[in-house]
């Protein structure tokens, strides 16, 4: 059996939604409910603070780069916005991660010199035969 309830809002008595039962706690009132979503909302960025931060920091932190700039760019770091980084996260941080990215940055690029230089004393007959010019031929046979 239905008995009348007390809505949180605006005190008034209300019957509550026969498929809700007890778990309403708001009249259909269209400001109590209102009332009702802004009061939840407002508890679930309480209990969730950074939820929505990585979205709101990305374009703050990333550089935009011209149309015309040549990708991948040289310096992949020149991309981010390291005063953004720095106020976002502090300067000890920013550092640490700027430190971080440089010693990444600099791993990769000597790997990748090291796997170019295996591949050509693994296959050293595949390489290029002779001297070749600025357009890219081979000089004459003597």
Known sequence: MRRKKRCRVCRRGFW????????????????????????????????????????RLRPKVQLELPADAPRPSLDPLGEIGWAAVRD?????????????????????????????????????????DGARDALGRSPPAA
Not at 34 to 54: K, T
Request: hydrophobic share 35%.
């Open 16 to 55: 509550p939604h026969p498929r809700a039962g007890d778990r309403q706690r708001v009249c259909g009132e269209a400001a109590c409910q209102r009332e009702r979503h802004r009061r939840s909302c407002a508890d679930w960025r309480v209990e969730n603070p950074d939820y929505d931060r990585e979205r």
């Open 88 to 128: 976002a996260a502090g300067a000890e941080v920013a550092v640490i991660m700027r430190l971080l990215s440089e010693v990444a940055v600099q791993w990769t690029r000597d790997v990748a010199g090291a796997q170019a230089f295996g591949i050509v004393q693994q296959f050293p007959k595949e390489g290029p």
